[in-house]
């Protein structure tokens, strides 16, 4: 299966070959205030995830530990990239064309999370980054 998406302007898209992996959903401040509120992401195979229009992709270090991509154009939210060892990197959900085939599994650094929201959805929450 081929998943494809795009930024909003469709200036990056891209293209996922295989399944989507589950989603978690981030509640920490700074994917807070880069998406506007909590973020869904994907973890996908380096190898399995290919982007066009890369050049139109503005990174941004947000830690030491971790790179956002964003579209140089429309800004939208692209990628959250840890460092180059790992073999992959978190892809917005909001950027997939189309049923994506999965579900979202756990919220993460619940305790960060706003206070004009609640979790009700009965999925597992925790702290931190699930191991």
Do not use: N
């Not at 509640?27 to 973020?39: E, M």
């Amino acid at each position: 299966m081929v998943h494809h998406g795009s930024c909003l302007c469709g200036a990056v898209t891209l293209q996922v070959d295989g399944d989507i992996p589950a989603p978690d959903a981030c509640h920490c401040t700074a994917c807070r205030k880069t998406s506007g509120h909590y973020f869904v992401s994907t973890d996908v195979k380096r190898a399995a995830l290919t982007v066009i229009g890369a050049e139109q992709v503005s990174w941004y270090q947000s830690s030491e530990k971790v790179r956002r991509g964003f579209c140089r154009i429309c800004g939208s939210t692209l990628f959250w990239d840890p460092p180059a060892h790992i073999d992959w990197i978190g892809v917005a959900m909001g950027v997939f064309d189309g049923p994506s085939g999965t579900q979202m599994h756990i919220h993460i650094y619940v305790s960060e999370k706003g206070d004009y929201y609640q979790i009700t959805d009965g999925l597992p929450q925790a702290d931190t980054t699930p191991q």
